[in-house]
């Protein structure tokens, strides 16, 4: 459906991961070998927060419905600004029409999310998502996305106070609603949410069958490991990323998150815990 990938460290210049690496996320919208399609041409997004540990500091955001690997202005602008935590993702677009709106990361306040997978029969359990929105935060909804409608799911169940929690009842929301309309397996994907402090990536699906997801391996370990390997010296010791593929084909440089399993990464460093694992 998508790819995407999240970072947290030192400040960094997006280009480098986004751009530079070499399976980077704008050579994964052209071919993409392990995702559900080849090419996601159909928009990207990049967001990212100018400071860290900031409470309540609102990310910015650039999203265009061009093809990753075609905007001059991604490459200007991820060449351009650093920032110590980041997210970017480059759609293929699974039903909803190609619009900026439609583009992730979305964002809310300091909160923002994004998705790969897609909630099955969307158009038919859209009505029923919405409604359980809060009132207060619905007409904050901009485009017309399944992962849109499940972030303010989220947000409506407390995003804020508990994400785990919040996306756990969000996702059980829909798989009940999606039971009720004998949708089978409703659920899809891979999710990333963040504050600017901490990011909260999930791996989970309905049918226990979820798209790739990996995390990077302690950078200290990496950098003992390759001493020789110039590239690593870019990257402090805390960094690391959550993404859709690996970025490179160096050995024991990604680990795959396990099946519903909810990641975390802030600060602390890399941790996982079970996340939905009993249906």
């Known amino acids: 459906m998508c790819r995407w990938l999240a970072y947290s460290g030192e400040a960094l210049t997006p280009s480098t991961l986004v751009l530079e690496t070499q399976h980077s996320l704008v050579a994964q919208s052209l071919n993409s070998p392990l995702g559900k399609e080849t090419v996601n ?30 905007d001059e202005n991604l490459r200007e602008i991820a060449q351009s600004i650093e920032s110590p935590l980041f997210f970017a993702h ?27 997978g897609a909630l099955r029969q969307f158009d038919l359990m859209r009505r029923d998502m919405l409604l359980e929105v809060d ?16 972030f303010y799911l989220a947000l409506t169940y407390g995003l804020k106070v508990d994400p785990i929690a919040a996306m756990a009842r969000a996702i059980r929301e829909v798989e009940r609603i ?44 990496l950098q003992a490991t390759y ?9 402090d010791a805390g960094a690391r990323v959550i993404v859709s593929e690996p970025l490179s ?18 600060r602390d460093g890399y941790r996982q815990e079970a996340f939905l694992r009993a249906a």
């Open 41 to 70: 041409g159909d928009g990207f997004g990049l967001g990212w927060y100018p400071e860290r540990d900031v409470p309540g500091s609102a990310p910015a955001l650039f999203r265009s419905i061009e093809p990753a690997w075609y």
């Open 90 to 116: 480059v759609r293929a677009a699974a039903g909803p029409p190609i619009q900026q709106t439609n583009c992730h990361p979305f964002r809310h306040e300091n909160w923002m999310f994004m998705h790969n």
């Open 135 to 150: 009132p207060a935060l619905f007409s904050s909804i901009r485009g017309t996305t399944d992962s849109e409608a499940l």
């Open 178 to 221: 999606g039971a009720a309309l004998s949708v089978p397996n409703p659920v899809q994907g891979t999710f990333a949410v963040s504050n600017g402090m901490t990011i909260w990536a999930f791996r989970y699906s309905t049918a226990h069958a979820s798209r790739t997801l990996f995390h990077s391996e302690d950078m200290e370990t």
């Open 227 to 235: 001493p020789d390997l110039d590239r690593l010296r870019i990257f």
């Open 249 to 266: 084909d160096l050995p024991g440089a990604f680990i795959e998150v396990p099946e519903s399993t909810v990641s975390v990464l802030d």
